[in-house]
């Protein structure tokens, strides 16, 4: 019995997205980019069908030069008021991740929902991001 009790109180409330993240879970190993943009409303996998997206072109997209796109250190006091499309190096994989950081959340498509100082254990150097409207709020959503 003591031993379900520790289980008990070790278990972590299961983190619920924001009402408008439509999280999801990515297919491939690929796809990271694509399910980040299928989040935000927009059609990710439409827009970069069967290839990894790159962070510029992502940007490009949403108006932003390579210059454009900031450094973000995560801490605890990190939140975002937009949605952002970050970039991150995770030690549990080689190559970049896209995830989206959106209040104090972050919305990895093959992890899952962490608040941003416990998301920050899976990443091993500093994040690049720049903030894309949700698909609904974007007045050009239907070039996209």
């Known amino acids: 019995m003591p031993n379900l009790i520790a289980m008990l109180l070790k278990r972590k409330t299961k983190l619920v997205a924001d009402s408008r993240i439509r999280y999801g879970k990515q297919q491939s190993d690929y796809d990271c980019g694509q399910t980040c943009l299928d989040m ?3 059609d990710g996998h439409r ?9 510029d072109k ?3 997209i949403f108006g932003y030069a390579r210059d454009q796109i900031r450094c973000i250190d995560f801490n605890e006091k990190t939140f975002f008021e937009l949605p952002y499309f970050l970039t991150v190096m ?7 991740h896209a995830v989206i950081g959106f209040k104090d959340q ?4 093959s992890l899952g929902i962490f608040k941003i100082p416990d998301y920050k254990k899976y990443i091993w150097n500093s994040t690049t991001g720049f903030p894309i409207p949700f698909a609904e709020d974007n007045n050009k959503n239907n070039t996209y």
């Open 40 to 42: 935000l409303g927009y």
């Open 106 to 109: 972050i919305y990895c498509p």
């Open 47 to 55: 827009m970069f069908p069967g290839k990894a997206v790159i962070e």
């Open 58 to 60: 992502v940007a490009e």
């Open 90 to 96: 995770r030690g549990d994989q080689w190559g970049w």
